[in-house]
């Protein structure tokens, strides 16, 4: 059985950094894309960052680009976000997700694993 755990939420001051780690059991972590998303208060599912099963291709959204960065660790079938520059609108639940693909899936509805999300409020 697949899953994803995350860890690493939490309450962090404007400005300031966090990284989240997800685990994941139960699948080659090699032939997966993984990647972040995080669901506000609208209840979408925003993509911030997500890895092809290497890590060479990444892909970043605009809204976290420069400021983020996503590590994938094959052996650990572990994968980290770093998150620095923390703004009050990244305050979210975030998550991990995986697809069994070669290329990065770039829509929520393409990733078939979810991890159950961790919490992060960044104050102003």
């Not at 860890?7 to 400005?15: H, K, M, P, T, Y």
């Not at 990647?35 to 506000?40: I, K, L, N």
């Not at 599912?45 to 892909?59: I, N």
Request: hydrophobic share 35%; net charge neutral; glycine share 10%.
């Amino acid at each position: 059985q697949v899953q994803l755990s995350e860890s690493g939420g939490g309450l962090v001051q404007a400005g300031g950094s966090l990284t989240l780690s997800c685990r994941a059991s139960g699948l080659v972590f090699s032939d997966y894309a993984v990647g972040w998303f995080r669901q506000g208060p609208k209840k979408e599912h925003e993509l911030l960052a997500a890895s092809d099963w290497s890590g060479s291709s990444t892909f970043y959204s605009d809204s976290v680009k420069g400021r983020f960065t996503i590590f994938r660790h094959n052996v650990a079938s572990a994968l980290e976000l770093q998150m620095n520059s923390l703004k009050p609108e990244d305050t979210a639940v975030y998550y991990c997700a995986a697809r069994a693909s070669r290329r990065i899936p770039l829509t929520a509805s393409e990733y078939d694993w979810w991890g159950q999300g961790t919490q992060v409020t960044v104050s102003s």
